[in-house]
């Protein structure tokens, strides 16, 4: 076990987990956890030079690009156009994990191999 | 078990890391280290925001205000809902307690990153290695001094493309004010540095490292990138006329031992005295610093179509604007008095004296004609 990668793989599960429920009940809450969540994934994958390091970030960002106006447009009051956003950014968070889980099978295959 | 197999040899079977690669993983580096203090300020930020939002009943935009203004020290007031109040004041006291020490530190690592690791002189080297894969049919200089300086100089004034590679990196500033396009600040024995300045396409390689180990280590590792000596002209300095011979030997198209260059260019100027405008003018020719006129040397090949004919029916003079100075012949003796009935055979060599722009055109039409032939 490596705390690292817990880490990074709990704050990707979280901004996922939390983005679903705001998604299906709209709270501002919810939505600023989501996107610290995301947020904190997206820094602590910064740097990383593994397999599929590139496309993890890559989707972590999209995550980002799309939560963060979700912020605000839903505190300014347009709660569809936020959660449209959110659905976007759930796109990027299930590529993440996809990517993630990939990446984790190459990493043990390359680490048996040594 | 075979598929694991074919899969952990895929894995195995990574690409050769070429220099800009190698410069993209530097950066990545550094990303790396600024993981650490955006995650406090990143954390500081969070708890701010989430804390005024719960004393605000859910006001983000104030809350995330009143943290930045908290923690950057700037205390425009108690801006948001609920942060005049008791518990206000007091997640306000323990924000701004813990949030303006790691807000300062933070922003002073982040920028201590920023200048220590020299990011934008990675930043321009990675985007230089980009520029220099364009090119082509360029001159790679390895090493910068006063003679490759002036080199340098002569080499613009014919509009030829250079790149410069040094591994000193106090050179970059002289590299800087001399205008050089394009540099590599790296060791130029390496294979990788090589690839870099784009050896694969370039015409040709000056090497000047001041030492003659280190002029054979890259006229070695070019030699065997690229082993044609007709495609790929390596150019090298020689302290003595012995190592001149033996860097010839090992792939250098011509050694050149300075002090005996200068002897000979002074030679000829006292051997000259009586004629010295044209002597100087031959020497400026050769040297490259005359830019109105050059000579050129155009191959006649066998099947060429000027091959069995008369200077007089080529005309090359009114033709091109070009004029055929001397035919050295395929024995190698040299026939200087021309005229209009002299005849070109194939093998032969013409020598002809004109306006770079002419023998440029010149030499593309008569080599095409002779491929056209053949």
Not at chain 2, 152 to 181: M, Q
Request: overall charge positive; charged content about 25%; proline content about 2%.
């Amino acid at each position: 076990m490596r705390l690292k990668k817990i880490l990074t793989h709990f704050f990707i599960l979280m901004a996922l987990t939390t983005n679903i429920s705001f998604i299906a009940s709209p709270n501002g809450y919810e939505l600023v956890i989501t996107i610290a969540m995301n947020m904190l994934a997206t820094i602590l994958k910064m740097g990383e030079g593994k397999i599929l390091s590139n496309e993890l970030m890559a989707s972590s960002l999209v995550a980002d690009l799309h939560l963060i106006p979700a912020g605000f447009i839903y505190f300014l009051g347009d709660t569809e156009e936020a959660v449209g956003l959110a659905i976007g950014a759930l796109a990027a968070n299930i590529i993440s994990i996809v990517i993630g889980v990939i990446e984790t099978i190459l990493v043990t295959f390359t680490e048996e191999e040594e | 078990m075979g598929r694991k197999l074919k899969l952990k040899i895929k894995l195995r079977r990574r690409r050769r890391r070429r220099l800009k690669d190698l410069y993209e993983e530097k950066l990545f580096e550094i990303l790396k280290e600024f993981r650490l203090p955006l995650l406090m300020l990143h954390t500081v930020m969070t708890v701010g925001t989430l804390g005024y939002m719960i004393l605000s009943g859910g006001d983000f935009i104030n809350s995330l205000y009143m943290t930045v203004i908290t923690v950057g020290t700037i205390g425009y007031g108690e801006v948001v809902r609920g942060s005049d109040t008791p518990v206000g004041r007091i997640f306000t006291t323990f924000l701004a307690l813990g949030g303006i020490g790691v807000f300062t530190t933070a922003v002073t690592i982040l920028v201590r990153i920023f200048f220590k690791e020299d990011v934008i002189g990675i930043i321009r080297a990675w985007r230089m290695l980009n520029a220099i894969e364009q090119l082509s049919q360029h001159y790679i200089i390895c090493g910068f001094d006063e003679v490759t300086a002036e080199l340098i100089r002569l080499l613009r004034k014919r509009k030829i493309e250079f790149v410069v590679i040094d591994s000193r990196k106090e050179v970059e500033k002289k590299l800087l004010e001399a205008r050089v396009k394009y540099y590599i600040i790296e060791e130029p024995y390496k294979r990788t540095v090589l690839e870099a300045a784009g050896i694969k396409k370039a015409r040709g390689m000056v090497v000047n490292l001041g030492d003659d180990a280190k002029n054979i280590a890259v006229i070695v590792t070019a030699r065997l990138m690229r082993p044609s000596k007709d495609e790929f002209y390596v150019f090298s300095f020689a302290s003595t006329p012995e190592t001149a011979q033996k860097l010839e030997e090992l792939g250098a198209n011509k050694a050149i031992v300075p002090h005996r260059l200068l002897a000979t260019r002074l030679a000829a100027y006292i051997f000259h005295t009586s004629s010295a405008y044209i002597s100087d003018l031959f020497d400026r020719i050769a040297f490259g610093e005359e830019t109105d006129i050059d000579i050129l040397e155009v191959p006649v090949r066998e099947g060429s179509p000027l091959a069995g004919k008369k200077l007089k029916d080529i005309d090359l003079r009114r033709q091109l604007g070009v004029t055929v100075i001397a035919i050295k012949r395929a024995d190698g003796s040299l026939e200087v008095t021309v005229t209009g009935d002299t005849e070109v055979e194939p093998g032969d060599t013409l020598i002809l004296f004109g306006r770079p722009e002419n023998l440029r055109r010149a030499e593309k039409l008569l080599l095409r004609l002779t491929e056209a032939k053949v």
